[in-house]
């Protein structure tokens, strides 16, 4: 027999012992996932018991996370702008950091709608939006929920990821309005290289998009793959957190990230970067005049990133630092 005081005492005394980061907190969130309980309740029930099945999946739950398992991949969830999402170890798990692609993204559009005499906050109207390398779907879902009257591409070059990013976009309901494509960024691979771009979204959603390709004097799109050199279709917004991370930094990262999330949400090549070339030359191709591009850095990635917004593409860059004082977004105009 053991009560919630003790067994948090354990759990928190093993993951210590392990040199688990943030241990205390970690117990915490092993114990409540098990007891299905509030952190409020935990602290007001010190003494109440917890039956032995519940001590035993606490126990288990502890050891996994003191050999190296992810606090998230135990609990299958990670917050993100407020919202909960689903996680495994199909996805990168949602870093705070990203957030700041959300707030860049909306603050550029803001600014973008009271240049042209608009009100600025808006519901997304008429936006079309592309989150690319969508993992858990967390940027796509996050904006879907600010702008619920724009519409969205997400990709991912990961089948298995794309299939999470739906199920959360349904958790959030705005299912409706992203459309998940298997992509290699912005170029549809294998056999969806022939689907339509809208197939997926609600009749409602397209027809939106349709009005605004009119109103835009461009032709319709139904039946454009996502993104080949010839395709009408263009955005107002791509936000993109690639992956980032070299493989020569590989032996440097934390054992939970290292061994445990996907290899292909954290390497960007041997120094890290490579993807940022090919992403902007393919935004470039996929932005309307006046789009605005929103790229989350790696730590070290700002001088070898930002030289490939030349002048000629692309104006007004702009650099973010996170709350650590990182370089961490990278965002800019299409001329
Ligand atoms: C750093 S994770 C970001 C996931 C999510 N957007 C987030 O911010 O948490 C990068 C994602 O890009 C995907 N990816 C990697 N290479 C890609 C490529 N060439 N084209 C499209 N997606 C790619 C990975 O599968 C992974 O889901």
Not at 273 to 278: I, K, P, Q
Not at 285 to 296: D, S
């Amino acid at each position: 027999m053991v009560n919630v005081r003790t067994a948090l005492k354990n759990g928190i005394a093993q993951l210590r012992e392990a040199n688990v980061p943030s241990f205390t907190l970690a117990a915490e969130l092993l114990l409540l996932q098990v007891l299905s309980r509030n952190r409020t309740w935990l602290y007001a029930h010190p003494e109440e018991i917890i039956t032995d099945a519940e001590a035993h999946r606490f126990f288990g739950l502890i050891a996994r996370r003191a050999a190296g398992e992810p606090t998230q991949h135990l609990t299958g969830k990670q917050e993100f702008w407020g919202l909960e999402f689903e996680v495994t170890p199909d996805v990168l798990i949602p870093r705070p950091e990203t957030e700041h692609v959300i707030e860049v993204a909306l603050d550029r559009l803001a600014l973008r709608e009271r240049r042209a005499g608009r009100p600025q906050k808006s519901a997304g109207e008429g936006l079309q939006i592309a989150d690319i390398g969508t993992g858990s779907g967390c940027i796509a879902i996050a904006l879907a929920k600010e702008l619920p009257a724009a519409n969205f591409v997400a990709t991912d070059i990961s089948p298995a990821a794309l299939a999470l990013a739906k199920r959360n976009a349904q958790r959030h309901a705005v299912a409706d309005h992203i459309d998940f494509r298997e992509a290699n960024l912005l170029s549809p691979v294998g056999a969806q290289h022939a689907a339509p771009l809208l197939g997926a979204i609600s009749t409602e959603a397209q027809s939106r998009f349709h009005e605004s390709q009119v109103t835009s004097n461009q032709p319709p799109t139904y039946d454009s793959p996502l993104a080949t050199r010839h395709s009408p279709l263009s955005f107002d917004l791509i936000a993109s957190n690639p992956p980032y991370i070299g493989r020569r930094e590989a032996p440097s990262l934390p054992r939970e990230v290292r061994d445990h999330e996907p290899a292909s949400a954290l390497f960007g090549g041997e120094e890290g970067y490579e993807l940022y070339a090919d992403l902007i030359s393919q935004s470039a191709q996929h932005l309307k005049p006046g789009g605005i591009l929103v790229l989350e850095l790696g730590h070290n990635s700002l001088p070898a990133v930002q030289p490939l917004l030349d002048a000629k593409d692309w104006t007004n860059v702009g650099v973010t630092n996170d709350l650590a004082g990182i370089p961490r977004i990278l965002a800019a105009e299409r001329l």
